[in-house]
């Protein structure tokens, strides 16, 4: 018999074995018939169902029946399998994918699981993805690590300083590990995929490390630990995985209520305020940047699958999103029949170069901001991160239609001399980027812009630090997040560039450039006084329960009085202490550089103010 026929006769027994688990009798091209269990199970008669219901019946017993690996399942044969050289950890191929196992092995059984995160608001998005799969196999998603059971490290591996945290902190948990407390420890995120076996080489309390695109494979990679006590790795990069269908909010009950898994954890304060991943992975190979070998290539998200999440957290009562990716502003879907939307494609913006080519086609990053701008107009959108280089004129003008699209803008500048740009491989010059700078505030006067400056980079001279706080004072930031300069293994810096600026010159640049910005946001913050702000109110501030701490489209940090005021469009005498999620129009009276002391006038709606402002 050939090998053809055997896989013939293979797939035709198998298909006989599908037939007969999912009760459907027979197949014709005008019509199925539904076995009798599914008849018994329902108050409508066979004779009763049109062709469609039946089909429809079908394909609902198809989707809840086994799927295609569990006629290929053997426990024996995969127990064998992990067990291949039993001192050695299980670690996922490309070509070997992680073995199948049965749902019962998968069965979290209650266990509870606690998440500690570190670094990027990408990475609390990925906890927020790794938390709903667990808990979609029966793991309990805690926040007190005193109860947990299993805890998992969701690490950051940008700077040195982040992976030094997470060492101490992995010897810490050692010693908590035991049968009767603490039975599995895991590393995941960009440290994981960054030092793969090294995690397990180097700490032996570690039992599980999987990467950014593996967090799918977590319930495998629990059960294999258990079942063979073999260490289990996944960080296979992946080309196309952006966990478009992991959503952290669901549809429960006949009247359509919203459940938000453990929201608890991923809150800003008490107010409602989410974070919706679109895309993942970078391009721009930066000298410097360890993400395009932790987080892999640029994917976009399909468009339909963010908007149906903002359209769930716009039902839960979210009043803010921030829309995130290590390069937010590149997003492109060219899923579906997105291609034809040749009309909204852009191009690099002008001045600025990419050490890859750009691609062409598909929905644009200005398409996708208007339309969940569109969804709804009491829903404050925010976004980050984004590269100077994906922000042309469509992009600005999109935030300044739409009233709930914040008017901070986080534009990286990372240095402010053309011979380091260059080393950096930034793909602009400082004339380019301010020539940027002067749209951005031209387009949108009350814009407040942020940025991130690397301090001692590879060759960077006194000269080359002073072109950066020039940068830094014609610009007029409103804040900055500046680092000392850490070199990353398998980065372009790394194999081609000389570390050769010393520690404490590097730490006296990042001094002088904190010391800049400050009194920069002083004078910034002070001009604010007596004018109006439209604050979303975060909850008690945490030097006095008698002050509620809110933030302004700027992002800045507002401390107000908590007391009875008025509610805008109201008649008569109404009034009430403002809650966690209520819009209040403020007047600033005093500003330092880190916040806004206000008094509260009224609290409103976001369309309300903007069209009050306005007329």
Same mark, same amino acid.
């Given at each position: ?59 609902e017993?198809?989707? @809840?029946?086994? *799927?295609?690996? =569990?006629?290929?399942?053997? #426990?024996d /044969?995969? !127990?064998?399998?992990?067990? %291949? ?27 509870k ?49 982040a992976?030094?945290?997470?060492? @101490?902190?992995? *010897?810490?948990? =050692?010693?908590?590990?035991? #049968?009767? /407390?603490? !039975?599995?420890?895991?590393? %995941? ?39 063979t ?5 996944n ?10 269908d ?48 932790t ?101 600005i003008?999109?935030?300044k ?16 001399d ?159 202490k ?33 069209s009050?402002?306005?007329?």
């Amino acid at each position: 018999m050939t090998i053809y026929s055997l896989c013939r006769s293979f797939f035709h027994l198998n298909r006989i074995s599908l037939v007969k688990r999912i009760g459907v009798s027979s197949f014709s091209s005008g019509s199925i018939s539904i076995s009798s269990g599914i008849e018994k199970s329902s108050s409508v008669s066979s004779s009763q169902l049109t062709v469609d219901d039946k089909l429809s019946q079908f394909k609902e017993r198809v989707k @809840s029946g086994p *799927n295609f690996d =569990r006629f290929f399942y053997d #426990p024996d /044969l995969v !127990k064998k399998e992990i067990n %291949i050289n039993p001192d050695e950890p299980f670690i996922a191929k490309r070509n070997e994918p992680v073995p199948y196992l049965d749902d019962k092995y998968l069965d979290g059984g209650g266990k509870k699981v606690y998440i500690e995160t570190y670094g990027c608001q990408m990475n609390t998005n990925d906890t927020q993805v790794a938390s709903k799969i667990l808990s979609e196999h029966n793991y309990q998603i805690i926040d007190n690590i005193e109860n947990a059971e299993i805890v998992f490290l969701m690490t950051c591996a940008i700077r040195d300083g982040a992976e030094r945290k997470i060492w @101490s902190r992995l *010897n810490e948990l =050692r010693r908590l590990k035991s #049968p009767s /407390l603490i !039975k599995q420890i895991g590393v %995941i995120g960009c440290m994981a995929e960054r030092l793969k076996t090294k995690l397990i080489e180097k700490n032996s309390c570690v039992d599980i490390v999987a990467g950014p695109d593996n967090y799918r494979d977590l319930p495998k990679l629990l059960a294999i630990n258990n079942i063979t006590r073999k260490n289990a790795v996944n960080v296979i990069l992946s080309f196309d995985e952006t966990y478009g269908d992991v959503m952290p909010v669901i549809m429960v009950g006949e009247n359509e209520k919203i459940q938000v898994n453990n929201w608890q954890q991923f809150r800003y304060g008490e107010a409602q305020q989410a974070f919706v991943s679109i895309m993942r992975g970078c391009n721009n190979m930066c000298s410097y940047c360890i993400v395009p070998f932790t987080r892999g290539k640029e994917r976009s998200r399909p468009i339909e699958s963010i908007l149906d999440e903002i359209r769930l957290l716009s039902k839960a009562g979210i009043k803010e999103v921030t829309l995130l990716g290590q390069n937010v502003n590149s997003y492109r879907d060219k899923s579906g029949e997105s291609e034809i939307f040749e009309s909204n494609s852009y191009i690099t913006a002008p001045g600025f170069k990419t050490i890859y080519k750009p691609p062409q086609g598909g929905l644009t990053f200005d398409f996708l901001l208007d339309k969940v701008a569109a969804i709804d107009p009491e829903m404050r959108i925010r976004f980050t991160s984004p590269h100077p280089k994906d922000f042309p004129e469509q992009v600005i003008n999109v935030i300044k239609k739409y009233p709930n699209i914040c008017n901070t803008i986080h534009l990286p500048a990372q240095s402010g001399d053309n011979l380091i740009l260059d080393k950096m491989r930034r793909g602009y010059t400082k004339q380019t980027y301010l020539d940027l700078v002067g749209k951005i505030k031209q387009l949108i006067p009350d814009v407040a812009l942020t940025s991130d400056f690397i301090c001692g980079f590879c060759d960077e001279t006194e000269e080359a630090h002073q072109e950066t706080l020039d940068l830094i004072e014609k610009v007029a930031y409103q804040f900055i997040y500046v680092f000392a300069y850490s070199l990353r293994e398998k980065t372009h810096a790394h194999y081609h560039l000389k570390d050769n600026v010393p520690y404490d010159v590097k730490t006296r640049r990042v001094d002088e450039v904190n010391d800049l910005f400050r009194r920069i946001s002083l004078k910034l913050n002070q001009s604010k006084k007596g004018s109006q702000q439209l604050v979303l109110v975060e909850g008690n501030s945490s030097r006095s329960v008698d002050d509620l701490v809110g933030r302004t489209d700027n992002n800045l940090r507002t401390i107000f009085n908590n007391q009875e005021i008025p509610i805008s469009g109201l008649t008569g005498d109404t009034k009430r202490k403002p809650i966690p999620g209520d819009y209040v129009c403020v007047e600033i009276e005093d500003a330092n550089n880190q916040s806004l002391f206000a008094k509260p006038l009224y609290i409103t709606k976001l369309v309300d103010f903007y069209s009050k402002l306005n007329q």
